[in-house]
């Protein structure tokens, strides 16, 4: 999604500028633009496409500037909509959506001002030249007042030559102190030589002016520590894989290997222990891939700990009225951490009275503030838009809390159960050059579904999700029961279909599906490690996975599911990497 990089010290503006933006790239975007403080004012450079269609600008002079990488929300993708946008003495660049701007537009237009795009964020340029009096950051707070919605912004003001002005509302800035100068970006990575860093909250602004930082909340100036995240300091590269998708799915063993927490014996976990012995109720709020692990995390936990779990898309539980008793906790599982539908559930549940635990891949991230305890997914970072080894981590620390509560329950349950999935896994990647093989027939297909009972149908969920994602096949995942009351009907001569099968006591049950399927001249291909099913006539193709505790198979059914997505993408002549129209972390509603 949008990127916000800004730079003020020693050192041109430019070429930091393209650098922070160039570490952005993998939020996913469709144009870019930097804006560079010179002699004669505001030079800005905007481009559709890459960032590296910015090269030209690399040369512009001055040592104040700010950049910006959009993904579109109003306004087509196009030169004019990409930031920043300049009005009067202000240059402004945006992440978020300002809901309310049509009225702010209509007002601003009623004093005869011109809008050259089509974007909300135009509205701040303006409003910020409309309520300046000689005070930038007077200006910027007045008009932040009248915003509704989201938004990080980094603001310069001709009058301020060597300034940066930020704010925050629900979407994440930081300000960076590095060797030659000052920086502002949405996220760490785009300012990892920084020796400092400092996270902005809601409603707080800063002012980077030569060496020193300042920052503000409505009431006046006030003190923060540097935060003692330390990010990475290299990007991820792909190393010998031609994708990072392809890169990421063979980290998956490491990534399950350091997400396995024994909570009962670690003591640093001696308050949530406390916390799971109390609850009664819980609830899982989370997105996409996320989503589809806290559906995983219902079964597992209701069969270990006979605790009842409901499951939420997060952006139909912020406006629900969620039933939250005494003791109930909300699981809010997000790989970034910075998904905007997310965060406002949780923000509800907390307000609601109830205990909430971040699930995350990133440290730091918005989530983590909202949260009463934070645990971590190390599944490292992941670049590309579609979500592989994070879901595999995510499922080994919800399977992790699922046997912790219930063992605070007095249920049969262990940590061990889980330690020899990092070499399934490894096993299960095996399945590379077979799924290969089979991609073309997902290729040329119009569509395409996969279908299993408990915990395969989570599997089939994901699965489907990765092929739609990145091939841009239709798909569906389906409870292979519920196949013949409706989907059934979408079935036809070649149709391919993919059959889950990892619970031997409900075998027979996704076979009568697989049956209904093969009598409509579907083509089923079968993933399972029960072989004696993959040598019946209505099995296509069959790609094997090692035998496991059944529970946390969706672990490694999902790898060849994963790979077959993969597959199914080159062979469709897209990047697997870059989805259209997609982003990596949703920080928009
Ligand atoms: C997964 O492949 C998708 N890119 C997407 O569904 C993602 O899982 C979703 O946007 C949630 O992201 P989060 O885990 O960072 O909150």
Avoid at 118 to 134: F, I, K, N, P, Q
Avoid at 452 to 458: A, I, M, S, T
Avoid at 481 to 491: D, M, N, P, Q, S
Wanted: net charge negative.
């Amino acid at each position: 999604m949008c990127g916000i990089v800004g730079y003020t010290g020693r050192s041109a503006a430019a070429p930091k500028l393209l650098e922070g933006l160039k570490r952005l790239e993998y939020r996913g975007y469709d144009s870019a633009g930097i804006a560079v403080r010179g002699e004669d004012g505001f030079t800005v450079y905007k481009r559709m496409g890459r960032v590296r269609e910015l090269a030209g600008a690399s040369t512009l002079s001055g040592v104040t500037g700010i950049g910006h990488t959009r993904w579109a929300t109003h306004g087509t993708p196009s030169e004019v909509n990409a930031h920043p946008h300049v009005y009067g003495k202000f240059a402004v660049v945006h992440n978020g959506i300002i809901e309310n701007y049509p009225e702010l537009k209509r007002e601003c237009a009623m004093r005869g001002e011109v809008f050259t795009s089509e974007t909300d964020s135009e509205t701040v340029a303006h409003l910020l030249e409309y309520y300046y009096r000689g005070d930038a950051l007077a200006a910027l707070k007045q008009t932040c007042a009248r915003l509704r919605g989201s938004y990080a912004l980094a603001v310069m003001c001709l009058d301020d030559p060597d300034e940066l002005f930020g704010a925050r509302q629900k979407s994440p800035l930081i300000v960076g102190r590095g060797e030659d100068g000052l920086y502002l970006a949405s996220d760490a990575p785009a300012i990892a030589e920084c020796a400092e860093l400092y996270l902005l909250a809601d409603g707080e602004f800063v002012r980077l002016s030569g060496k020193e930082v300042h920052f503000y909340d409505a009431d006046g100036e006030i003190f923060k520590e540097p935060t003692k995240f330390v990010p990475e300091k290299a990007s991820p590269q792909k190393g010998d894989c031609p994708h990072f998708m392809l890169k990421e799915m063979y980290e998956i063993p490491t990534a399950v290997a350091e997400s396995v927490v024994d909570f009962e014996s670690d003591f640093r976990f001696n308050e949530f222990n406390r916390v799971l012995c109390q609850t009664e109720y819980i609830q899982i709020v989370a997105c996409g891939t996320a989503y589809h692990s806290g559906i995983a995390a219902k079964y597992a936990i209701e069969k270990l700990a006979r605790l009842p779990v409901e499951v939420t898309v997060a952006s139909e539980y912020r406006y629900r009225e969620p039933i939250i008793g005494q003791n109930t906790l909300v699981l809010a599982v997000s790989q970034s951490g910075e998904t905007a539908d997310t965060i406002a559930a949780a923000e509800l549940a907390k307000s609601s009275g109830a205990t909430v635990v971040a699930i995350t891949n990133l440290p730091n991230s918005s989530l983590t503030q909202t949260a009463h305890f934070v645990l971590y997914t190390h599944a490292g970072r992941e670049v590309a838009v579609a979500a592989t080894k994070s879901f595999n981590a995510q499922l080994a620390l919800l399977y992790s809390v699922a046997i912790a509560l219930a063992k605070a329950r007095g249920q049969k349950a262990d940590i061990s159960s889980l330690l020899p999935f990092p070499a399934l896994c490894r096993t299960a990647l095996t399945c590379a050059e077979k799924v290969k093989e089979l991609a073309p027939i997902f290729a040329h297909a119009k569509s395409a579904y996969f279908i299993g009972r408990d915990v395969d149908y989570c599997a089939a969920l994901e699965g489907s999700l990765k092929l739609k994602e990145i091939s841009y096949l239709p798909s569906e995942g389906y409870p292979a029961g519920e196949l013949k009351h409706g989907t059934l009907a979408l079935v036809e001569k070649d149709t391919p279909v993919v059959a889950i099968l990892t619970r031997k006591a409900l075998a027979e049950k996704t076979m009568n599906a697989v049956s209904e399927v093969y009598a409509r001249g579907g083509k089923v291909l079968l993933v399972t490690h029960l072989g004696e099913y993959a040598e019946r006539k209505e099995v296509a193709a069959w790609v094997p996975i090692p035998a496991c505790e059944e529970l946390f198979s969706p672990i490694l059914s999902v790898i060849p599911l994963q790979m077959l997505a993969y597959y199914t993408s080159l062979a469709r002549g897209n990047d697997p990497d870059k989805p259209r129209n997609l982003a990596k972390s949703v920080t928009v509603e």
